[in-house]
């Protein structure tokens, strides 16, 4: 389970100083520095590579002298994989845009304050960086003005040219950090594309990412429609429009047929969400269809089904959550089982099934990086204009 898919070996990859992860990948959430419910042997164990962190909540707590003092943040949280940091700028934007009172978006950057008797926190594309450069991360993110479906066109416009100027200003003190810490393999740096649902605005801030020196790029804004609706043909532009051997971070990405809907456009993702370990520790499960094995995946949900543990039918049946998955709580437990640990709120129902959810995705991935898409890495073309 831990062993790369060597049907995948010869697909694109993220390279870091800890290792080259095959792509598409998916990575928890670990925004503190854990995983919610397990530890990270327990990660190895189903297959995951790469977490994904928030450097603003681990900058103020435990504090970068916390986590220096450790050795970095690989062995502070006692991790040999990947890790990248997020810039915490998409919480904080999408609650100011939300209740504004609580700060403010200015040209220097972001100010945020949670409640009256809280620490003020201030973003700013240079402390961004200094942060993960302290957490010692492998890739990191840049900030950027994260807007959301709702958001007017000059909105998306002025979005943009923030975005644009703050990956500037980040670039600058991204190469500052290598040269003051004389780095010799200095981590990824990352891009966020913005630009709402204009495919000129994203061209043109494609157009000076890159030109900035961008090695990842992000999809910025919010992923889904007003409507719901995965936002395709933006990620397919995305794809379309970046150079063609740069890692995408579909940050927020974490539907099942989400992953497959924006596999079918390209096999260059990199997914995080939140999305398995939350349903994990409220008791909604993934069960592959028994017939996987004899099914292409295609983006409408018909390859899988989701399993309510805390069902009363589930209480009397003694089979595992998935007849084909080799995880370990599908190895050892049934339903029942586990079924019981959540009535009884047992600690240990959390960590099963978020072992569960986990490996699920890991073995998705297998599939799709074994070709078993009805389109697999198709790239669309992109219409501007």
């Known amino acids: 389970m831990t062993s790369p898919d060597p049907s995948a070996t010869a697909g694109p990859s993220l390279d870091t100083v800890h290792g080259s992860v095959v792509l598409p990948t998916f990575l928890p959430d670990g925004t503190r520095a854990s995983v919610r419910a397990v530890d990270t042997l327990d990660l190895a164990t189903v297959g995951i590579e790469a977490v994904m962190v928030n450097a603003m909540h681990l900058a103020q707590r435990p504090g970068l002298q916390t986590i220096k003092r450790a050795g970095g943040l690989h062995r502070f949280m006692a991790w040999d994989g990947v890790i990248v940091s997020d810039s915490g700028g998409f919480q904080v934007l999408s609650l100011l845009r939300k209740q504004g009172k609580k700060g ?43 807007t959301g479906p709702e958001d007017s066109p000059a909105e998306q416009l002025a979005s943009t040219e923030r975005t644009i100027r703050w990956f500037r200003q980040a670039r600058q003190a991204y190469d500052l950090q290598c040269r003051q810490r004389r780095l010799a393999e200095p981590p990824m740096l990352v891009g966020v594309v913005q630009g709402g649902t204009d495919p000129e605005l994203r061209q043109r801030c494609v157009d000076a990412l890159v030109e900035s020196g961008a090695q990842g790029f992000g999809f910025g804004g919010w992923p889904l ?45 990199v997914f995080d969400c939140t999305i398995p370990t939350r349903d994990a520790r409220h008791g909604r499960l993934y069960a592959f269809q028994p017939d996987i094995a004899d099914r292409l995946l295609t983006p409408d949900r018909t390859f899988y089904q989701n399993v309510y543990i805390l069902d009363e039918e589930n209480s009397r049946k003694d089979e595992p959550i998935c007849a084909t998955c080799d995880c370990p709580t599908c190895r050892r437990y049934s339903r029942s089982y586990l079924h019981h640990l959540f009535r009884v709120k047992d600690g240990l129902a959390d960590r099963l099934a978020t072992l569960h959810n986990l490996r699920f995705y890991t073995r998705l991935l297998e599939m799709i990086r074994a070709g078993r898409m009805a389109r697999p890495g198709l790239r669309e073309p992109a219409q501007l204009g």
């Open 104 to 146: 403010s978006i200015r040209s220097s950057g972001v100010t945020f304050q949670e409640s009256p008797s809280a620490k003020k926190i201030v973003l700013t594309p240079e402390k961004v960086i200094e942060w993960q450069f302290g957490l010692r991360s492998d890739v990191v993110v840049a900030l950027d003005d994260c």
């Open 225 to 269: 429609s007003a409507e719901g609706e995965l936002e395709r043909e933006m990620f397919a532009l995305l794809s379309r429009i970046t150079p063609p051997d740069a890692p995408l971070f579909a940050l927020g990405v974490g539907r099942p047929e989400h992953l497959v809907s924006l596999c079918e456009l390209d096999m260059r993702w």
